[in-house]
């Protein structure tokens, strides 16, 4: 069992940026592929970011790419996603989820522990 803990989130306007975390327990953090989905209201829970084990791979949703970076420091059990020239229609709540296999990055049913959320809100 792993606990993901997001945080980070929070009102800002168009252009500005911020930065998430993900704090997870466990003792076999490196291990873990991880992901960042998020969710507005009314629509489906939608892929953004994902990162392997190592760090020496990284995805992105066309509709962030150029803008958001994800990373991790195994060392914190903790992953980032520094989000830079954000637009409203990033405006969503932010999940961070946990892979202990092997999947298909971009699909929710991959993951396997996922946080509670954190909001992020853009205004124009």
């Known amino acids: 069992q792993v606990h993901v803990v997001e945080s980070g989130g929070g009102l800002v306007q168009a252009g500005d940026s911020l930065r998430l975390s993900c704090a997870a327990s466990?003792?076999?953090?490196?291990?873990?592929?991880m992901g960042w989905f998020r969710q507005a209201p009314g629509k489906e829970r939608e892929f953004v970011s994902h990162?392997?084990?190592?760090?020496?791979?990284?995805y992105y949703a066309d509709s962030v790419k150029g803008r958001f970076t994800i990373s991790r420091d195994n060392a914190k059990n903790t992953v980032f996603l520094q989000m830079n020239s954000l637009k409203p229609e990033d405006t969503a709540v932010y999940y961070c989820?946990?892979?202990?296999?092997?999947?298909?990055?971009?699909?929710?049913?991959?993951?396997?522990?996922w946080g509670q959320g954190t909001q992020v809100t853009v205004s124009s």
């Open positions: 466990g003792r076999t953090f490196s291990s873990y592929a």
């Open positions: 990162i392997t084990r190592n760090g020496g791979n990284t």
């Open positions: 989820a946990v892979v202990r296999y092997s999947g298909r990055y971009y699909a929710t049913d991959t993951y396997d522990y």
